[in-house]
């Protein structure tokens, strides 16, 4: 019997411990199939985050490339454009080229006519001198003068038959003359000749001319101190390149006219001296106009000390008809009140007399007579 109850106790053991074990084994089961499911979850979110970062930085990159292919296209269009330009300035550029080239040819065509046509004044004295008074003119006005104020021209001197091309006033009625005639005609036929010795010839030959030239200029009388003239007069050289060959070969041909008191003037250094001439001629003007005014304030002064004199004098008789004044209404006024107090007192005392006494004088009462010298 208790074997009996020991194999029942038994088997009822393995029966519990069986049954244990199936619902733990179930459990077990049922714990991993639902940790299983909740691991897929997880992987396939994390699959799926995964898969959105990997898309967000494919578009991302895709749109940094766009970025980039749109900036090249943006700067191969613009290396288009300039490169469209560049032709096009080019061609405007060639075009203007042949245009500056063909005005330069014309422009030469008219030199040559111009060089052709200035070789032929050149030739002819008389045309030389009208073109040297012409230059003369030209720079005369440049500097602002004014023909008949500040200068006149082919005007005979007074007291000689010399008739200078130009005279400069001066203040003071001090005057310049000049003279635009020059020598030429050698210095030319020196500057056409292709001969070493015809050249040299007619150098020295050109060099006397200018001599001969100054000489002539100083013996015409163009300086007069009788007539105001300066005590130089001035020759003009209507060529810059004729004078700079002067100061070149022959320096010393300006110090012997100097000598002589005759100027050597090329066209800028007449255009300078003409400047100084005419500052000169507005310095004076403007000291003329200071001296007057200088007058004009000494006058004034003078009129105010007479002025201030007489008013000083004014003011003494005011203090003195004041001072008058004041002795008169502080006295005789002082005397008259105590004359009428002591009447106004003897009329209290016998008002029968002070009646008969104002019939007979045919006085006004006092008290009018007091108001009377009060108000004077």
């Not at 691991?39 to 766009?66: G, I, S, Y």
Request: net charge neutral.
């Amino acid at each position: 019997m208790p074997l009996i109850m020991i194999i029942g106790s038994t088997v009822a053991f393995v029966i519990v411990l069986g049954a244990v074990v199936f619902v733990l084994v179930r459990f077990v089961r049922s714990e991993m199939k639902m940790h299983q499911s909740h691991f897929l979850e997880m992987a396939r979110q994390q699959f799926m985050a995964e898969q959105n970062k990997a898309a967000t930085e494919w578009e991302t990159r895709r749109q940094a490339v766009d970025s980039s292919v749109a900036g090249l296209k943006e700067e191969l269009e613009r290396y288009r454009q300039m490169v469209r330009e560049f032709e096009k300035e080019r061609d405007t550029q060639y075009g203007g080229l042949a245009n500056e080239l063909k005005n330069a040819s014309q422009a030469t065509t008219k030199l040559q006519d111009t060089t052709l046509h200035l070789n032929n004044i050149l030739g002819n004295v008389k045309l030389r001198g009208q073109w040297g008074e012409r230059m003369a003119d030209d720079i005369i006005r440049f500097a602002g003068l004014i023909e008949g104020v500040n200068y006149i021209k082919q005007k005979q001197m007074n007291q000689t038959a010399s008739k200078p091309d130009f005279t400069f006033l001066l203040p003071e009625k001090f005057k310049i003359n000049m003279d635009v005639k020059f020598p030429l005609n050698n210095y030319v036929r020196m500057t056409n000749t292709q001969e070493a010795g015809e050249r040299e010839r007619l150098e020295k030959d050109f060099f006397q001319n200018v001599k001969d030239r100054i000489k002539e200029i100083q013996d015409r009388g163009y300086i007069n101190p009788a007539e105001h003239t300066l005590d130089f007069v001035l020759l003009f050289i209507p060529n810059e390149q004729v004078f700079g060959f002067i100061q070149e070969k022959h320096p010393e041909l300006l110090d012997m006219a100097l000598a002589q008191k005759v100027v050597l003037c090329s066209p800028f250094t007449l255009y300078a001296m003409l400047s100084i001439i005419r500052k000169a001629h507005e310095n004076f003007r403007y000291e003329k106009d200071i001296r007057k005014i200088i007058t004009l304030i000494e006058q004034f002064a003078s009129i105010y000390v007479k002025f201030k004199d007489r008013f000083e004098k004014l003011g003494d008789a005011l203090d003195k008809l004041e001072t008058q004044y004041r002795d008169v209404r502080d006295k005789s006024f002082r005397q008259l009140d105590t004359k009428i107090r002591h009447i106004d007192e003897y009329k209290k005392g016998h008002p029968e007399i002070m009646s008969e006494a104002t019939d007979v004088l045919d006085l006004p009462p006092p008290e009018q007579t007091h108001e009377a010298d009060s108000s004077a």
